[in-house]
């Protein structure tokens, strides 16, 4: 399980090989998919969503069934909803569901711890397994190393991570 990352880069590693007139391209390409990891998570309309933990999310998908991802409450009411539905008077269809829009939009949340594990998986296998090292010389004659060793500053990053 989990290993789709490293075999594509495994495969990507075997089509820079055998067609060597793709490596600067299939390179330029790597290192925009770290750029683009690093964007998202530096962008301040994201945040690193968690899944729960692995146990937890185990048995939710052995159910079939996705973890919700809520936020305060765990999905009920607060007391303070519930009187604001009673003074309403039970009004169905009339009152909007919706809360009013908060002056500061509310944050997406993106499965970031993700996107940066399988990227590195799949990174980690086109440079190490190349009995020679021509791949990491045009990975680093195209600074590569930049957006690699830039994802480890990135602000939406979990402390712990």
């Known amino acids: ?8 880069g495994n495969a990507m590693d075997e089509l820079m090989r055998h067609q060597p007139s793709l ?19 530096r962008d301040p309309r994201y945040v690193c969503w968690k899944p729960a933990s692995s146990k937890e999310s185990s048995v939710a998908s052995s159910n079939g069934a996705h973890l ?21 008077g039970g009004e169905a269809g009339t009152a909007d569901p919706l809360p009013a829009p908060s002056p500061s939009p509310e944050k997406e949340p993106v ?5 940066v594990l399988n990227v590195m998986k799949f990174v980690d296998a086109i440079l190490s397994n190349n ?10 004659s195209q600074t590569g190393l930049v957006p690699l060793m830039g994802i480890l500053g990135l602000p939406n990053l979990p402390i712990d991570f």
């Open 1 to 8: 399980l989990g290993d789709t990352a490293t075999n594509l």
């Open 23 to 41: 490596k600067q391209s299939a390179t330029a390409a790597i290192i925009k998919l770290l750029e683009q990891v690093c964007a998202l998570g």
């Open 68 to 88: 919700p991802l809520t936020r305060g409450g765990g999905g009920e009411a607060s007391s303070d909803e519930e009187e604001e539905e009673e003074d309403n």
């Open 111 to 115: 499965p970031l711890v993700d996107y």
């Open 131 to 140: 009995s020679t090292d021509d791949h990491c010389r045009e990975f680093v």
